[in-house]
């Protein structure tokens, strides 16, 4: 097994760094920032340092943002789904129903839901998961939005409908539930954008981390940031341990390979949440780490359908 370890980049800290995405169209990489309701853009060069280019005020949470084809951009965003155009401008597109609510009720405990995690296939569908701000069993729901427009659910009774990743030959479609604490590998129709069959990859029962957001690399190998134990694990497609990356942070959320020769993987942190007396000890809590892992990874695949108008099936 390979032991490395993430540096910190240049790029300020985010409260609750999320999704990490290269657009190899703009050569460009796009993260959010989930409780403070913006994404965020850099430039990456060939010798791996992050220059922050800008930044999108949306509002309310972010969990998910992918570049779209026709340019723009396709969020994952408080209880549905949000457009922003190339010069910036948000435009909201779809609430979808059952989800949102109220994030602090009369009785102070957090309910409703809000977007997390996704990202597209290589068609250009956009899939994009729910959570309970409880982070309740059972209250997540991963929606796919078709090239029409068309918004349709694809799995319900989720925990934490978390980091998700298509295999290189596009036959299997990787998804972890943190909620389960497990990332599941179905079989995948990409002519449909159907879910089959699905299997256990990982099960992190027992683990010091849950598994967060996930990638896939060139050889078909599995990246997913462990929320919780301060590291990114490469693991076969059948769940064997290849590579650990470890960061100084404990709660690592998710990874990209990114960079002109997307050899550099990119890692988002969070320091949401974490007890006064961790986040003495964890400066760099909520920044990006980086790591040239000797593998590259495949681009973000944008969004192909429309950025006007979604509609539920």
């Known amino acids: 097994m390979?032991?490395?370890?993430?540096?910190?980049?240049?790029?300020?800290?985010?409260?609750h760094g999320e999704g990490p995405v290269w657009d190899a169209d703009r050569q460009e990489l796009v993260w959010v920032d989930i409780t403070a309701g913006r994404f965020r853009r850099a430039t990456v060069s060939p010798d791996g340092d992050l220059t922050e280019v800008g930044a999108v005020e949306v509002g309310g949470t972010v969990g998910v943002v992918t570049p779209v084809a026709d340019g723009g951009w396709l969020l994952g965003a408080g209880p549905g789904f949000t457009a922003v155009t190339a010069d910036g401008q948000v435009r909201p597109l779809l609430t979808l129903a059952g989800e949102g609510g109220p994030e602090q009720p009369a009785d102070g405990r957090p309910s409703g839901t809000r977007m997390n995690d996704g990202g597209c296939d290589r068609a250009g569908r956009f899939f994009a998961g729910t959570m309970a701000f409880d982070e309740r069993p059972g209250a997540g729901t991963?929606?796919?939005?078709?090239?029409?427009?068309?918004?349709?659910?694809?799995?319900?009774?989720?925990?934490?409908?978390?980091?998700?990743?298509?295999?290189?030959?596009?036959?299997?479609?990787?998804?972890?539930?943190?909620?389960?604490g497990a990332v599941w590998a179905f079989d995948y129709d990409l002519g449909t954008g159907e879910f089959g069959g699905r299997r256990?990859?990982?099960?992190?029962?027992?683990?010091?981390?849950?598994?967060?957001?996930?990638?896939?690399?060139?050889?078909?190998?599995?990246?997913?940031?462990?929320?919780?134990?301060?590291?990114?694990?490469?693991?076969?497609?059948?769940?064997?341990?290849?590579?650990?990356?470890?960061?100084p942070v404990s709660r690592t959320t998710s990874c990209a390979f990114a960079g002109p020769g997307r050899d550099l993987l990119v890692i988002s942190t969070s320091a949401h949440g974490l007890p006064d007396d961790e986040r003495a000890g964890q400066p760099d809590a909520g920044r990006l780490f980086t790591v040239r892992p000797g593998v590259t990874g495949p681009p973000a695949f944008p969004y192909r359908g429309p950025l006007t108008s979604l509609h539920p099936r």
């Open 2 to 15: 390979i032991r490395l370890q993430a540096t910190p980049a240049a790029p300020p800290a985010a409260a």
């Open 142 to 180: 991963l929606y796919r939005v078709d090239l029409d427009g068309t918004v349709c659910t694809v799995l319900d009774g989720l925990a934490v409908s978390n980091g998700l990743g298509w295999s290189p030959d596009d036959r299997t479609v990787y998804l972890a539930d943190s909620g389960a």
């Open 200 to 247: 256990t990859v990982v099960d992190f029962t027992g683990d010091d981390g849950v598994a967060d957001g996930l990638t896939l690399d060139d050889e078909g190998c599995l990246w997913t940031a462990l929320w919780g134990a301060g590291q990114v694990r490469r693991y076969s497609p059948d769940g064997e341990l290849l590579a650990v990356v470890d960061v």
